[in-house]
């Protein structure tokens, strides 16, 4: 699903463990908004939980709490 400027993508990590994939919908790398500004190519959640929809509103709190930069990964 896409979720403010996120694709965010549950899936199964083992049998009903849940947790999911949080990617920027340009492809760039996130920032992760903490002190020493981390880059990845995406972001998964934890811990794990016991249904996808629970997995993806955790991602989406994240999204929400501004856990991730919006803007592009400075060159």
Known sequence: ????????????????KWRARV??????PIIIARR??????EFVTSPDSSTPDDALRRAIAAIDAGA???????T
């Open 23 to 28: 990617k920027r919908l340009d492809g760039k």
């Open 68 to 74: 991730f930069s919006h803007r592009p990964y400075p």
């Open 36 to 41: 020493d500004k981390a880059k990845v190519d």
């Open 1 to 16: 699903m896409e979720y403010k400027q996120f694709f965010v993508k549950a899936f199964e990590q083992t049998p009903g």
